[in-house]
């Protein structure tokens, strides 16, 4: 009976936001934010500009029908392959989360928790904020390319930034806040070179960026260089996450024209000069603070919950069956078999007879098998590095992708 009123109490008073709620994963699968944040942690160390690309992971799912996972569907016509989401990076880390948790707790947290997630964790990581994250989204069914023109373009004038953001319940306000996510990480310079050469009819470049910060932009994205070439968006700490987004704004040092345009604006103007003043909290304009709230408020977005969405299950193959799933692959490693490479390989080898045969009306030639084993053997031991990684501990996975043929 105590146990009961307890996990009543304990329920109800759980801070709830929309129809998603504080510690939605404690009873189902109570490990599930430590396994997201300890795959974050190892993406992380490897690559610390890894945070970024998860930061906006998330914002570009939801931006597009809402937080719901659906920026991670694949297919020619899904939203991942629209242009705006052509950079996007990080979707790794999210497989690598989902399919620890799917061996922990199968079919219980959605992609969609995973993105709100491990975008916290990103930012935790990167000396930002923390914050709770209400959860029990569920995943959305469909993704289209065509719903992408939601997304803010690096072009917009002030007017539409905010029209982009008030469509989707965000004040002016969480505008400034969440744009500060522009702290860390990179854009490619085709976002904004072309500010730096004829710009104005009279040939010259944005008037509004800074002269000094004009040099170092021009000598990193020439005029005719390649477009793709990764620049700062803070170009003092691209890997830290603090205010001084803020100040480049206020110094004309902003790199896409979006950022620098929230200087022109009155109302906008006003929120950067306070996060980028030197007394934090001034007027309750404290960046990180506000930022975790906007954070929840975006992370809230057109939520699917109850049968409105899925728990999307990790495609099963069979390779992901045998060798990539973390279960199977930690077999592989306890047994400590030295040969289980070889081993592993020939049963593949025989999978793929097999479907040659039931698919494609192949002869099954026993020799022809074992060359094919031999092949695949020496092609993975020169040049992949997944076969040994069976060798060692598996923390996180790295994938072992699937021999060709
Ligand atoms: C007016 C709104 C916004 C515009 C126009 C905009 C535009 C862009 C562009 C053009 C890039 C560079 C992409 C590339 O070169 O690969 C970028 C990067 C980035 N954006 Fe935004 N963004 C906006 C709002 C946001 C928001 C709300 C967030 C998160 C809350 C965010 C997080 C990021 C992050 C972290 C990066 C760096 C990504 C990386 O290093 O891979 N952005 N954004």
New binding site residues.
Partial sequence: MWLLVFLVILVVGLPVQGQLRNGFYAFPCPQAEAIVRSTVEAHFQKDP?IA??L??LH?HDCFVQGCDGSVLITGSSAERNALPNQ?L?GFEVIDDAKSLLEASCPGVVSCADILALAARDAVDLSDGPSWAVPTGRKDGRVSSSSQASNL???L?SIAT?KQKFAAKGLDDHDLVT??G??T?????CI?FRYRLYNFTTTGNADPTINQSFLRQLQALCPQNGDGSKRVA?DKDSQTKFDASFFKNVRDGNGV?E?DQRLWDDASTRNIVQNYAGDIRGLLGFRFDFDFSKA?IK?SSIEVKTGSDGDIRKEAETSMHLFFQCPVSSRVWYLSQLRVHGAFALLTWSIWLARNDHIFRNGNVDENQIIASDYRLWINESLEAQDVPVLLEKPTVMHKWTPPSG
């Avoid at 860390?184 to 490619?188: H, M």
């Fill in positions: 500009t970024a690309g930061l906006r914002f950079g990076r803010p373009s690096p917009d930034q969440l744009v996510a522009h860390i990480g990179q854009t490619d976002f968006l896409l979006s954070m975006m």
